[in-house]
């Protein structure tokens, strides 16, 4: 019970916090198209926010300017902005420096709610071009899963036809052995690349 409340306390906060970058940025972005204030509201918010406010982080020109990208890129896009409060501003930020299109974010602001990953982990996936082999695979949807969240929950819902691996540090030539030996040593990494709804049940198992 205190694991719970201190999860949605901290989901509560965090809703609060990425809501009041998203309502400075709307602010801003509203005021710079204002041809009597421009871009000398920057400059003011941020005198304003250091006398005022002093303890609060990321209100300088560069966070504000961010907060500013941050609502102009979602705002007219009324399924995905809903979203963005249920991750990370840390994990927004890189989502939204690292990808380049609306669906690109998307999949990986999805990916994060669903798998709840950490900055390392979404940088891992962002960097081995996760979405673009899911959109580029054929393969077949994972049935247990789909008949579970359906096709439209799709991170993690699609065996892909191709799996980054690089993180094995394998040898150009190498056995099987090698490669289950790999496996089972970078098992977080692994899980991770294949999708986390996904269990390891053991080294050796009979379906039997």
């Not at 719970?4 to 972005?29: M, Q």
């Not at 993690?156 to 040898?171: A, G, M, V």
């Not at 970078?186 to 690349?193: R, S």
Request: some cysteine; overall charge neutral; charged content about 30%.
């Amino acid at each position: 019970m205190i694991e719970t409340r201190r999860n949605n306390a901290y989901k509560k906060v965090n809703e609060e916090l990425i809501s009041l970058y998203w309502d400075f940025g709307k602010y801003i972005s509203e005021k710079v198209n204002d041809a009597n204030w421009g871009e000398k509201i920057i400059d003011k918010l941020v005198e304003f926010m250091k006398r005022e406010y002093p303890t609060m982080k990321g209100f300088n020109r560069r966070g504000i300017y961010r907060m500013k990208q941050f609502y102009e890129t979602y705002k007219d896009y009324p399924i995905v902005s809903p979203l963005v409060t249920q991750i990370s501003w840390t994990n927004n930020l890189m989502i939204l420096s690292m990808t380049k299109t609306i669906e690109e974010k998307e999949f990986y602001i999805r990916m994060c709610i669903k798998n709840n990953y950490s900055k390392r982990e979404l940088d891992r996936q962002i960097n081995s071009g996760y979405f673009h082999r899911y959109m580029l695979s054929d393969g077949k949807a994972n049935e247990s899963l789909v008949k579970v969240v359906g096709e439209e929950d799709y991170p993690n819902t699609r065996i892909l036809d191709t799996y980054s691996l690089e993180f094995l540090d394998l040898p150009n030539q190498y056995s099987e052995k090698d490669l289950k030996k790999a496996i089972i040593s970078n098992m977080k990494d692994f899980i991770l690349e294949i999708g986390k709804d996904f269990t390891f049940v053991g080294e050796e198992y009979n379906k039997k």
